[in-house]
């Protein structure tokens, strides 16, 4: 009796903290809204508003005015879709060859794929830069788009979700039966793979949308800039506008939470799925 | 004598399942296929990732300016103009701070939070896509959201200290306090992420090792320490190395807590707040296109990062060697 009463009040006390987390979790996006849809004087009352206004269309007109803000929408949309299409064949092509099929320095190979995870290669930027003059690439997408082709947590993640995911025993039938390997590819694997790919594919995208530092570096005119880099600029102004840049932030970000909402619990799934279990 | 031989051949035979001989591109496709499945990660990797990295080494040994045509080679007299820069020194214990600030409160409360979500409960699903929540915003909204909530003025913390009778804070002006904020900027975006990779490995751990440490009599805290850490030990040092490498690439945050400005790439007017990352940025980009010097600072960085993570590494094993 007594065991069953302290393990009711653990849990009631787990409860009340995992709640009071998310309410931290969640206040600072609410408060964007809260922000996103009050005038600046508003913004200087005492106490400070918490509770949306009804100057958010004018204030979303405001953003639109101010920077072409639907080119960068339509440009992150560009960027984000064509990154993630290439890391998720490339990831699932590597992963299938690292996870089902037997060649030589295999497992090297695989290490450098989990040492380069690690590898800052943000670092490189000068040299990228030069590139991307040489290839006359500077403020395209093409810039911020070829450099992140391929991911090694792609490769990594791939990997891992095929060895489960595909029985040798179905490859082995399918090479009796004659098929070549492309073969093998596109009709068994890649079919059982399209789960894993998903969840590799929200990531994937999620990350491409929310990049800001190379894109900021090598895009320069306002009809190259993703998403991100015109928020940066509408918070660049003289004047700390934060209803402006504030309802940027909220057009940036209600597509992420919409697919958030949506699939959300996948991308959970992913996320515990490519970690590295203990 | 006659089943025997009938027998013994079968096995044989179904070795070989194709009776014609193997064509040479059979041959091919069975040997070649893995290597060029694996080329593009690999080409692409080396070309616009690894080749960059290296290539950075190069350009830090010139006087490397954009905009001359020649680009002599200075041996490390870039290294020596760096090493003898004030400003570097202050970027460098800004980041190290930064780091420190965010990383270990975060990786402890992220440890906390699992625990919590590893133990039986109502609306799993529910909580986790919470956790998860802040992950998906951006970099750059997180920056300007809590730039607002730690505004001098009209910041909604500020009105709440002064309710409380702390009185307001210029969070932007004093070095601890800025880096407090920038923290728990990162903290916020990463903490629940963080615990969902920690739950994902306690969940392998096996269940019967904590009922019989419920039968003993163990507290729940103590199932933590002494069990869960053990157990999950390698993905906690790939979490504390991931956030050390990430950490010292701070960039969008103290950035953007600046105003985007002139005033956040030098991380506010007295660079109380300025980061190695915008450091680089400040004289790769910003200030002539230096790159020799900005190439000296990101290989400087660069062992830094690797130093760090070597500390941290070693300094996680003593841990585990000592409980």
């Known amino acids: ?278 | 004598m006659t089943a025997t031989q009938t027998e013994v051949p079968t096995p044989v035979r179904r070795q070989r399942p194709s009776p014609r001989p193997r064509s040479l591109l059979y041959r091919l496709d069975l040997h070649a296929s893995p290597y060029l499945y694996i080329a593009p990660f690999f080409v692409l990797f080396a070309t616009f990732g690894l080749f960059p990295l290296a290539y950075t080494a190069w350009v830090s040994l010139h006087d490397w300016a954009l905009l001359k045509d020649e680009h002599p080679f200075i041996g490390l007299a870039n290294y020596r103009e760096l090493l003898a820069d004030d400003y570097f020194w202050n970027a460098l214990g800004n980041t190290i701070s930064i780091l420190i600030l965010s990383t270990v409160p975060q990786l402890l409360l992220a440890l906390g939070l699992a625990h919590l979500l590893n133990s039986r409960l109502r609306g799993q699903t529910f909580f986790r896509l919470g956790m998860l929540l802040p992950n998906v915003t951006s970099v750059v909204a997180v920056a300007v959201i809590f730039s607002q909530l730690f505004g001098r003025d009209f910041g909604l913390i500020n009105w709440i200290l002064g309710q409380l009778g702390v009185g307001r804070i210029d969070w932007q002006a004093g070095t601890a306090t800025s880096h407090i904020a920038i923290s728990v900027m990162i903290m916020w975006r990463w903490t629940g992420y963080n615990a969902l990779i920690y739950l994902a490995a306690m969940q392998s751990v096996p269940r019967d090792l904590y009922e019989s440490a419920t039968i003993d009599g163990a507290s729940s805290l103590r199932q933590l320490t002494q069990i869960t850490i053990p157990m999950i030990r390698p993905t906690i040092i790939f979490t504390v190395l991931i956030s050390t490498i990430y950490g010292l690439q701070i960039f969008a945050e103290p950035q953007l807590f600046g105003g985007g400005g002139p005033s956040g790439i030098t991380g506010g007017t007295d660079r109380q707040f300025q980061t190695l990352a915008l450091y680089l940025y400040e004289h790769g980009f910003r200030g002539g296109f230096e790159f020799g010097y900005a190439s000296a600072v990101a290989w400087v960085m660069f062992v830094v990062i690797v130093i760090a993570a070597a500390v941290n590494f070693l300094l996680i094993r003593r841990i585990r060697s000592s409980s």
């Open chain 1, 1 to 278: 009796m007594r065991a069953f009463a302290t393990r009711l009040r653990t849990s009631r006390l787990t409860y009340l903290t995992l709640i009071a987390v998310l309410f931290f979790s969640a206040f600072p996006l609410y408060f964007s809204v809260v922000v996103a849809s009050q005038d600046n004087s508003a913004l200087g009352k005492v106490p400070p508003p918490v509770v949306p206004g009804a100057n958010l269309v004018e204030n979303v007109r405001r953003v639109f005015d101010t920077v072409p803000f639907d080119v960068a929408l339509l440009n992150s949309l560009i960027v984000s879709s064509t990154i993630t299409a290439s890391v998720v064949l490339f990831s699932t092509l590597a992963g299938f060859a690292f996870a089902k099929l037997r060649f030589r320095a295999r497992n090297a190979f695989l290490l450098i794929i989990v040492a380069t995870m690690m590898v800052p290669t943000q670092l490189g930027v000068i040299p990228l830069y030069l590139m991307m003059i040489r290839l006359e690439w500077t403020d395209t997408l093409a810039a911020v788009i070829v450099p992140a082709l391929v991911q090694a947590f792609g490769v990594f993640f791939m990997t891992q979700y095929l060895s489960e995911a595909v029985p040798a025993e179905l490859i082995e039938a399918a090479r009796i039966d004659g098929c070549a390997t492309h073969r093998i590819f596109w009709s068994v694997v890649w079919p059982l793979a399209r789960p894993g790919a998903a969840v590799l594919g929200m990531l994937t995208f999620l990350g491409a949308w929310n990049d800001y530092f190379w894109p900021l570096v090598v895009l320069s005119s306002p009809e190259s800039q993703t998403v991100q880099v015109a928020l940066s600029a509408l918070r660049s102004g003289y004047v700390q506008d934060y209803s402006l840049s504030l309802t940027g932030t909220l057009l940036a970000t209600v597509p992420l939470l919409v697919v958030f909402g949506l699939l959300g619990r996948q991308i959970v799934g992913g996320i515990m799925q490519g970690a590295l279990k203990g």
